[in-house]
């Protein structure tokens, strides 16, 4: 569903930790998607809305713009 520098940028992003080797599942993916979008995910919260995955989606989008032009995949090796 999503492309490798997506979900890549959006689980780097949302957790602040280094994206693992596999993507994680949808539903986790949505979430924190919906998350970019101001998504909060409290108790009571019911599921996130089209506007909140709308201005998700956007910030993916620009977030995996960058990723593709400056990730870690992008940065020259050193040799040492």
């Known amino acids: 569903m999503l492309s ?3 979900w890549k ?3 780097t992003m ?3 930790k280094p994206a693992p080797s596999q993507p994680p599942l949808l539903e986790r993916m949505v979430k924190m998607i919906a998350q970019l979008g101001g998504y909060l995910g409290r108790k009571h919260d ?6 909140t ?3 998700g ?8 713009a ?3 032009t400056f990730g870690p995949e992008r ?3 050193r040799d040492v």
């Open 9 to 11: 940028a959006v689980y």
């Open 4 to 6: 490798e520098a997506e």
């Open 66 to 68: 960058a990723w593709s």
């Open 57 to 64: 989606v956007q910030r993916m989008r620009d977030f995996a």
């Open 75 to 77: 940065r020259p090796k």
């Open 46 to 51: 019911g599921p996130p809305g089209p506007q």
């Open 53 to 55: 995955m709308w201005i």
């Open 14 to 16: 949302a957790t602040t």
